[in-house]
């Protein structure tokens, strides 16, 4: 049995990670925008449907529950009541569209009667938000936002039990692994790792995300699972290796360069209240300075990472202009960091594991 299914598992806990799962998709897929318009959580939703169809679904029983319409909602009660009473499968999406007919013709009859336009209106908008959103559809990763060019350039190139590939705008490739964890009884959390690969030169650059629950923008190291021992984990997997060390003859000055951070602790926010929608506070915390605050504090608070933290969309774009992250690395010293730490070894954390190849590195990099 699956984890987000077990009901051993208490539903709160279940929703929060899957909802930590989901911030993650939404931090790749903005990191490989590389466009100022940030991805929604139904995009992050419709990557997770290409990528894991078997969690996506998982995933939106437990998430729509706290985030969908009193209407959609009352057609999937409806549904899930007419199928036991028949039976036989019921679909929510099938009985909205028969009232949506009914609506319709007593609109076209009477056009006047607003209270019917209304409803035909309140009843569409439901009946869109119970259709799976698919990336390639929605030309999520490649999509250009500016109004003059709506050209979708979306392509998945490649797919199998491993990985998946597709074709970005600027004609890199992004190749994305979702890691599940060996004991689906023991998920505690979720990790993104982001690489850009410079093939020409044989180089790469990355950086490493840790995802951690707080409570009301406070987490306590005494109350969280396993924060002390992962980020241990990743210092010895980053830090220790000098992988976030200036390179000789370089300056950090030079381009105005920060320094070469490549861990970073991301606290997600609990689901919500059944009428809000989706929202995570968008903080991306290095990993030394977070190091420092729980051993001095106990805790990591929301007030006090505000100055020392990249919100999401700044974090995205300095991480794209080569301003945060590791610097570039000969990808064989990176591949023997990871045999050496086993990076890809199965746990107890969901790794959702990205690589975007780029064909050629510009010399300002």
């Known amino acids: 049995m699956s984890y987000f299914s077990n009901e051993e598992v ?146 998945k190139l490649f797919d199998d039990d491993f990985y998946t590939d597709y074709k970005l705008k600027n004609k890199n490739i992004l190749r994305i692994r979702f890691l599940h964890p060996d004991n689906d009884e023991h998920v505690t959390g979720a990790d993104l790792i982001y690489e850009q690969y410079d093939l020409k030169n044989d180089l790469v650059r990355f950086v490493f995300l840790q995802y951690k629950v707080w409570e009301k923008g406070t987490i306590y190291v005494s109350q969280s699972t396993n924060l002390e021992e992962q980020m241990d984990k990743m210092k010895t997997v980053l830090c220790d290796n000098n992988l976030c060390v200036c390179p000789e003859n370089e300056t950090l000055n030079k381009k105005n360069r920060l320094p070469y951070c490549s861990g970073f602790i991301r606290p997600t926010d609990r689901i919500q209240e059944n009428d809000s929608k989706l929202m995570s506070t968008g903080y991306h915390l290095p990993l030394c300075r977070a190091i420092e605050l729980a051993g001095e504090y106990g805790k990591i608070e929301k007030d006090s990472i505000k100055e020392q933290s990249f919100k999401s969309h700044i974090f995205e774009e300095l991480f794209n202009d080569n301003m945060i992250g590791s610097k570039w690395i000969a990808v064989k010293t990176l591949e023997e960091v990871y045999e050496k730490n086993q990076i890809f070894k199965k746990s107890d954390r969901i790794k959702l594991y990205a690589l975007e190849l780029i064909n050629d590195k510009s010399e300002e990099q």
């Open 10 to 155: 208490s539903e709160e806990q279940r929703r929060n990670i899957a909802f930590q799962t989901i911030v993650a998709h939404r931090d790749l897929l903005q990191l490989a925008n590389k466009r100022s318009t940030p991805p929604t959580y139904e995009n992050a939703l419709g990557l997770l449907n290409e990528i894991a169809p078997d969690l996506y679904e998982q995933f939106t029983v437990l998430l729509s529950r706290k985030n969908d319409s009193e209407l959609v909602q009352y057609f999937k009660d409806l549904a899930e009541i007419k199928s036991k009473e028949s039976g036989k499968e019921i679909s929510a999406i099938d009985l909205i569209e028969r009232q949506i007919e009914t609506l319709q013709d007593l609109h076209d009859k009477d056009t006047t009667k607003g209270t019917v336009t209304k409803r035909l209106l309140e009843h569409r908008v439901a009946r869109e938000k119970m259709e799976p959103v698919r990336l390639t559809e929605n030309r999520i990763l490649n999509r250009d936002y500016s109004k003059a060019d709506r050209t979708t350039y979306a392509d």
